[in-house]
Every structure is written in structure tokens, then in C-alpha cells.
């Protein structure tokens, strides 16, 4: 099975033309870059309660789109069949656009969400990622990921499980 080989990159735009500080350029997508914080006030019983949300960011929501497209596009040259209660081992290489230091795990959100989204798994609770390796190309900032069905894992079945073990030892003691 070949990699599916991922855009590091992340276009995003800031700023405002009116004031004439709008700004274009390409960002690795951390969790600064992803989400806008939406500040609300409701109110609860004649008093105000503040709270906030995060909500994706409309450039991470084209972003995340791009990366479901590429891998509905892999799964399919790939003939690669969802999983269901199943682990699913997700080997990852990352390669930065320069020698700025950045940690891998910033990246995973939006990636493993995107995978879930197009349907390599049915749920990324059962995803495992593994950072392989990560270096440098200046020319073409990506990912690199291979996919590695494991064994079958239901939450529910392994907890009835555990308690009719759990049941069985306390009737021998």
C-alpha cells in the first residue's frame, strides 16, 4: 500500500483590506491556528454567565476538507475499507519547511478528525498515532502516513468483559 502523503502547509488570511493590513501566508496548523475562541454571555436567571467555545477556524475547515479529499482519493486507488471496532495504527513522518522548532503533536487534531471524517475508521478513539520520524524539506513541506489495521476492540464489549471477570474473582474469594 503506498503512503498517503499529506500538505503540511495551511493557507490562512488575516487582517483586514479595509485597514490595509491584510496578510496572506502559510502556517504549519497548530491548535493557535485552528480555532477561534467564541465568547458568549447568557443568562441565568436575570444574571449574566459568561462562556466560551472553540469552533474551527474557516481556513482549518478548508484545510480539513483538502486533507478528506486526499484521503478519500488514497482509500479509494488503495481499495482501503473503513474499520469498525477495530485499532487502527496510523504511522506518521513529518517533513517542516524550515529549522524553526515545532513539535509534531501540534498537527494531530485536525488530521486524525479529517481521517475519521472520510472514513478510514469509524472512530478516532481506535486510532493510534505513531510519529515515525520528522526532518526537513524545504521544497515540500508534508506528511507521510501509512495505515495498519490491528485487532478488533469494542469499549463496550471489553467492559462486560472486565466485569464478568472482575465478578468471578470476587466469587472465588
Not at 509534531?104 to 487534531?109: E, L, Q, S, Y
Not at 498515532?129 to 490491528?150: A, C, K, V
Amino acid at each position: 500500500m503506498n503512503r498517503l502523503i499529506l500538505p503540511l502547509m495551511m493557507y490562512k488570511e488575516s487582517g483586514s483590506e479595509a485597514k490595509g493590513t491584510k496578510k496572506h501566508h502559510w502556517v504549519v496548523p497548530t491548535w493557535n491556528h485552528l480555532y477561534t475562541i467564541v465568547s458568549k454571555v447568557t443568562y441565568v436567571k436575570g444574571k449574566p454567565k459568561a462562556s466560551s467555545s472553540k469552533i474551527l477556524d474557516t481556513w482549518a475547515s478548508k484545510h480539513k476538507e483538502k486533507i478528506e479529499i486526499l484521503t478519500r482519493n488514497w482509500m479509494e486507488e488503495n481499495n482501503w475499507e473503513t474499520t469498525e471496532n477495530k485499532k487502527v495504527y496510523v504511522d506518521a513522518w513529518v517533513f517542516f519547511p524550515d529549522a524553526r522548532e515545532r513539535d509534531c503533536h501540534n498537527i494531530d487534531k485536525i488530521i486524525m478528525d479529517a481521517f475519521e471524517d472520510a472514513k478510514i475508521y469509524d472512530n478516532d478513539c481506535n486510532a493510534l498515532l505513531r510519529y515515525q520520524d520528522f526532518d526537513i524539506d524545504i521544497d515540500n513541506p508534508r506528511i507521510e502516513i501509512e495505515f495498519t489495521i490491528g485487532e478488533h476492540y469494542n469499549r463496550k464489549e471489553r467492559v462486560k468483559e472486565l466485569k464478568r471477570i472482575k465478578k468471578e474473582a470476587q466469587r472465588r474469594n
